[in-house]
């Protein structure tokens, strides 16, 4: 064990003298001293190991820890605000297809209901065929505002938030890991957006609002369109007739693959 003053210790230790007679004088090094005042490097290798050399902490006192757990709540209540109105704002492109085929439906089926008309309007006169058939269209549409609200309701998927978790009971440590990963979720769904891995909603119902109001420019017109040839049809002619133009009504409903 090789002894050494306090200067050749520090020097060897590349520490300064003063810091090791500091730790002399507070006790630190007291037992790796020599009868002859020389250091017992070793033994004060090992104390200056053990010892504690920075200040403890002032302990934060439990009003401030309870205003900083609240403020980390509040915070974290707000990103789940904003992550549920980031899902709710997103969809998946495919559901967004699934869903406009359970939106067209109804509107399916209104169209179709002109084929009803084919007994009465058949080869009556053309001015006569034309009111038939466009109270007919207008009776279509009424039908469908009585069963659209039913419809959607009872067949429309819904998004439902995924229930808040009880912060009151997470420990710090887990508020502040739910906080990261919010963070974190959130980056994640702005990049599902930003790269077309999931369509905005709003941008989703403008879109089929548009097909929806093509469309029913397209079946208003038929009465106009057919009139004079179903004044010379028999009835399964003019229903023959009024298909053929409520299919190509139909197809102009059709999803585009990237919608």
């Given at each position: 064990m090789p002894?050494?003053?306090?200067?050749?210790?520090?020097?060897?230790?590349?520490?300064?003298?003063?810091a090791v007679r500091r730790h002399i004088a507070s006790g630190v090094l007291a037992d790796a001293l020599t009868p002859d005042g020389l250091l017992d490097a070793d033994r004060a290798d090992e104390l200056l190991r053990g010892s504690v050399t920075r200040k403890p902490q002032a302990k934060v006192p439990a009003v401030l820890r309870t205003a900083r757990q609240r403020h980390l709540r509040a915070k974290v209540r707000r990103l789940l605000d904003e992550v549920t109105e980031l899902k709710g704002s997103l969809i998946d492109p495919k559901h967004a297809r699934e869903i406009i085929a359970i939106a067209d439906r109804p509107v399916v089926e209104c169209y179709r209901r002109l084929l009803d008309a084919a007994p009465i309007v058949a080869g009556k006169p053309a001015a006569e065929v034309h009111r038939a058939l466009a109270k007919a269209a207008n009776d279509c549409f009424v039908w469908y505002q009585d069963i659209a609200e039913a419809w959607y309701e009872a067949h429309m998927p819904k998004f439902e938030a995924e229930p808040e978790p009880d912060l009151d009971s997470l420990s710090p440590v887990e508020l502040a890991a739910l906080h990261e990963n919010l963070g974190a979720e959130i980056l994640e769904l702005g990049r599902y957006g930003?790269?077309?891995?999931?369509?905005?909603?709003?941008?989703?119902i403008a879109e089929n609002e548009e097909r929806m109001?093509?469309?029913?420019?397209?079946?208003?017109a038929i009465p106009g369109r057919v009139a004079q040839l179903v004044?010379?049809?028999?009835?399964?002619?003019?229903?023959?007739?009024?298909?053929?133009?409520?299919e190509l009504v139909i197809a102009a409903l059709e999803v585009p693959t990237d919608v």
């Open positions: 002894h050494l003053s306090r200067r050749g210790y520090a020097r060897s230790r590349n520490l300064s003298e003063a930003s790269q077309g891995l999931a369509r905005r909603v709003d941008d989703v109001v093509v469309a029913k420019g397209l079946f208003l004044a010379i049809s028999t009835v399964e002619e003019a229903r023959e007739l009024l298909s053929r133009e409520v």
